[in-house]
């Protein structure tokens, strides 16, 4: 399995793949290792959490370069994905026993209650735009639950799959409670099938979520599935337009853009159209896109050459069918993955840049004329995962962020961005099942009920 710079355009790692055999002796020994980890107190459990944040933080500098080295990361932007990573470790260390004590329920019985308990080994599906956060979002909350993890992480990112498993051991959580192993998409559906994976997690595309809930579904394992976007940021006329545009630009370009819940589609009230247009084509083009060891890039390159042209495409098909490019909208000549940051309007159904996710730094601008235009182009999307509201009427902004937009998630006044603290995923064909918060401790965990007469 092969790692190759996207800046570059070099390889920087070849790894050896599992073979089958190794791949079921890994799960076996997973699953031996979850009998006794099930067992180990929380605050236990925690100790290694903790001490799992604190590597994060101590090895910042080598992870970052690792990120950005395999993936095309800005490093500062790798540097804070790990710090979140140790975030996400310390959240769950502190607050795992609270979100599965016990839940007392009145009844006719003397006693009847709750209680939540851990299933085995889940299988987490990752893929390659965060390649620490997603795993970690994942990782925290089901070790702190006496789950046992398995990861098949993207094959472009093996390197970060290695670096974990080996954070994991050196933090001293029991040997074996977490293990990547190297193989291809096409290997995963025989270990959906193993009867020792108990549930299924995925964050990637809506075909590969299907693909996963269909395996999972034939052998009734439970999924969480965090698939695409296509995020609608509504901006209404009372918004302050000048910190709107700057953060709509950071919400779009974050990770050259290739983010589920990266801003994406912008759709701004008649009256401050022109403003916001003009303030927000500032912010994309001062973009600078180059190496991502460099403090001055803003932009790195994308993950690969491939997902670059098939974004082009999209742009093109959208232009050809009546899209206009406002900067942006061509391929650098270079030898890396770079697209730089792109601007389209005139965008109509029927485009590319209307119904499907565009996966890198290109933005869709929509003019509208009322609220109720405004929800309808918002809502008219396969997708919802996040979505955000600008306005100084915090009162309008909270309903329609409450009861207008269909989305998993929407910011007021910001752009969208995942917190421990919070619940995360999406509605539609942006998946289904909640990370993060109580409710994502909660996923992979049986819910008994006990009832004592």
Not at 28 to 43: E, G, I, Q
Not at 80 to 85: F, N, P, S, Y
Not at 156 to 179: H, M, S, T, W, Y
Not at 237 to 244: H, L, P
Request: some cysteine; glycine content about 8%; proline content about 4%.
């Amino acid at each position: 399995m092969k790692a190759i710079n996207p800046f570059t355009g070099k390889v920087c790692g070849i790894y050896p793949k599992h073979t089958e055999k190794e791949v079921i002796q890994i799960i076996d020994k997973v699953d031996l290792a979850f009998k006794s980890w099930k067992r180990v107190a929380f605050a236990d459990r925690a100790k290694y959490m903790f001490r799992l944040g604190e590597l994060l933080l101590e090895k910042k500098d080598w992870l970052s370069d690792l990120i950005s080295t395999e993936m095309g990361k800005v490093k500062k932007e790798a540097g804070g994905e790990v710090e979140k990573c140790a975030w996400v470790c310390r959240y769950y260390a502190e607050n795992a026993e609270a979100f599965l004590k016990n839940e007392t329920i009145k009844t006719e019985a003397s006693l009847s209650f709750v209680s939540f308990q851990p299933v085995g080994t889940i299988l987490a599906i990752m893929p390659w735009n965060f390649p620490f956060w997603q795993v970690f979002r994942f990782l925290a909350p089901n070790l702190m639950a006496g789950n046992t993890g398995l990861l098949k992480h993207a094959s472009n990112v093996p390197g970060c799959a290695l670096a974990i498993e080996q954070l994991v051991g050196e933090a001293g959580f029991p040997e074996d409670v977490f293990r990547a192993v190297l193989i291809s998409g096409s290997e995963t559906k025989s270990v959906i099938e193993n009867a020792k994976i108990k549930g299924v997690t995925l964050t990637g595309s809506t075909p590969a979520g299907k693909a996963v809930a269909a395996a999972a579904g034939a052998v009734l394992k439970k999924t969480v599935l965090e698939l695409g976007g296509s995020d609608p940021y509504v901006i209404l006329e009372d918004a302050d337009i000048a910190e709107a545009a700057g953060l709509c630009a950071s919400g779009r370009l974050l990770n050259a853009g290739q983010s589920c819940i990266g801003a994406k589609r912008f759709i701004v009230m008649d009256a401050v159209y022109d403003e916001f247009k003009a303030e927000f084509l500032k912010h994309m083009q001062a973009a600078v896109f180059g190496d991502p060891m460099d403090d001055k890039t803003t932009i790195g390159p994308m993950a690969r050459t491939d997902l670059r042209d098939e974004l082009h495409e999209q742009v093109t098909k959208s232009v050809e069918k009546g899209a206009a490019i406002l900067c942006g909208g061509f391929v650098p000549q270079a030898e890396a993955a770079f697209y730089p940051a792109t601007v389209l309007e005139n965008v109509k159904p029927g485009m590319p840049a209307y119904h499907e996710e565009l996966f890198g730094p290109v933005a869709s601008l929509f003019r509208v004329y009322n609220l109720e235009e405004a929800v309808s182009i918002a809502n008219d999307t396969v997708f919802g995962l996040g979505a955000a509201v600008f306005t100084r009427d915090h009162e309008k902004g909270l309903k329609l962020a409450e009861t207008g937009v269909e989305s998993g998630c929407v910011f007021i006044n910001d752009f969208v961005k995942s917190d421990p603290r919070l619940p995360f995923g999406g509605v539609k064909e942006s998946g289904y099942g909640r990370e993060l918060s109580l409710l994502g401790i909660r996923e992979f965990v049986n819910a008994k009920t006990v009832v004592l007469k």
